[in-house]
């Protein structure tokens, strides 16, 4: 499957020690590599190449006044931009410190999860209901349902797109 590359930088909120894991996160084979992408990490030379979306981390105060919407309490939030401008994905400093209430798993499966989901908003998917045969545990969430909302009850905790049950004429759906 030809590989579709996208490009992306780390804004120095993101600590040092953390980009590893993104970094794995990005490169499985069984995440967005499995859809046909590729990242690429491109460092110090964020100004020189052009890049599809930055990684930042924000305290949440700076969430709430950037996007004042009650919905988007205690979440990251991505920021889709078309052109010249890169994606802006805003990861919620106090939910990539500690698992949210709602989620059911580990604090790595978690971030996991987060960096997926929010990467795949980068690249244009948009949220999306549990698959068919939710409502039981033992079913992988899709990615692109908002886990940090609650696993409990309706899937198991899932960054993998390889994992999804999706039946083969269910589109993911697309950001317009």
Not at 6 to 34: E, Q, T
Not at 138 to 152: I, L, S
Request: glycine residues 8%; contains cysteine.
């Amino acid at each position: 499957m030809p590989k579709k590359v996208k490009r992306y930088g780390f804004l120095s909120s993101v600590p040092k020690v953390d980009r590893p894991f993104i970094r794995r996160v990005l490169a499985n084979p069984r995440g967005w590599a499995s859809a046909g992408y590729a990242f690429e990490s491109v460092g110090r030379n964020r100004a020189q190449k052009k890049v599809d979306f930055v990684i930042d981390v924000a305290e949440e105060d700076d969430l709430l006044r950037r996007f004042p919407h009650d919905d988007l309490r205690g979440l990251s939030v991505t920021s889709i931009h078309r052109g010249a401008s890169p994606s802006h994905i805003y990861l919620n400093r106090t939910n990539w410190n500690r698992v949210p209430a709602n989620f059911e798993g580990s604090l790595d499966e978690y971030r996991a999860y987060l960096i997926a989901h929010e990467v795949g908003h980068a690249i244009g998917f948009d949220h999306e209901e549990p698959l068919p045969g939710g409502g039981d545990e033992r079913t992988p969430c899709a990615v692109m349902y908002q886990q940090t909302r609650g696993t409990r009850g309706v899937c198991s905790p899932n960054s993998e797109i390889e994992r999804e049950r999706r039946p083969k004429k269910m589109a993911r759906p697309r950001i317009l």
